[in-house]
């Protein structure tokens, strides 16, 4: 089966499958949980070497582990 907007497009209707769209989304899930390890370690970087507190760095680790609960709970809700 093929993403039905993507297949009206000749080139992308050959490449882009079920098994495209699974590989886009657990990368896009990785690249998201590296980013909010990534902010997580600079702000205790910050935190621990310099003994300033970070509020952005934390805000954007907040707001990324926040979103990927409430959409899990969501996917969990709706099935």
């Known amino acids: 089966m093929t993403h039905p907007i ?10 882009v499958d079920e098994r495209f769209l699974d590989h886009r989304r657990r990368s896009t899930s990785l690249a998201g ?6 902010a997580v370690g ?5 935190y621990f ?6 509020w952005d760095l934390l805000a954007v680790a ?14 969990h809700i709706n099935g």
């Not at 600079?42 to 910050?46: A, G, N, P, Q």
Request: charged letters at 15%; zero cysteines; glycine letters at 4%.
């Open 49 to 54: 070497h310099d003994h300033f507190i970070s």
């Open 42 to 46: 600079l702000f205790e970087y910050r």
């Open 6 to 15: 993507l297949s009206r497009i000749p080139f992308f209707g050959k490449f």
């Open 62 to 75: 907040f707001s990324m582990v926040i979103v990927k609960m409430v959409m899990m709970l969501r996917y």
């Open 33 to 38: 949980i590296v980013g909010a390890l990534v």
